[in-house]
Nanobody, 115 residues
Framework: VQLQASGGGSVQPGDSLRLSCAAS?????RGWFRRPPGQEREFLAS????????YYSDSVRGRFTISKDSAQNTVYLQIRSLNPEDTAVYYC????????????WGQGTQVTVSS
């Protein structure tokens, strides 16, 4: 499966952004991660494809929303009230089957928040 993340850019504090993750084939679930400059990659959110169940990291719950469009085979990450600490490369990922480690990764999309 090939994943392609898009939608990043340079925004100002307080702005919102929606990232997209398209896939070349079916995935049982899909997740979003980010890597801030000089930091480790961190998990943000995931969604199970069939059930639609979502899971969020405590650090983003309430401000980030993950959703999917089955017809477009695309998962979205809506981010509200962006702040400079959200500056990072955002990645989407998928496991080979539900519950497996994240094996397939997209190329990442850069989000930069600055005034």
């Amino acid at each position: 499966v090939q994943l392609q993340a898009s939608g990043g850019g340079s925004v100002q504090p307080g702005d919102s952004l929606r990232l997209s993750c398209a896939a070349s084939g079916r995935t049982e679930s899909r997740g979003w991660f980010r890597r801030p400059p000089g930091q480790e990659r961190e998990f943000l959110a995931s969604i199970a494809w069939d059930s639609g169940l979502t899971y969020y990291s405590d650090s983003v719950r309430g401000r980030f929303t993950i959703s999917k469009d089955s017809a477009q085979n695309t998962v979205y990450l809506q981010i509200r009230s962006l702040n400079p600490e959200d500056t990072a490369v955002y990645y989407c990922a998928a496991p080979p089957y539900l519950g497996a480690p994240w094996e397939y990764w997209g190329q990442g999309t850069q989000v930069t928040v600055s005034s």
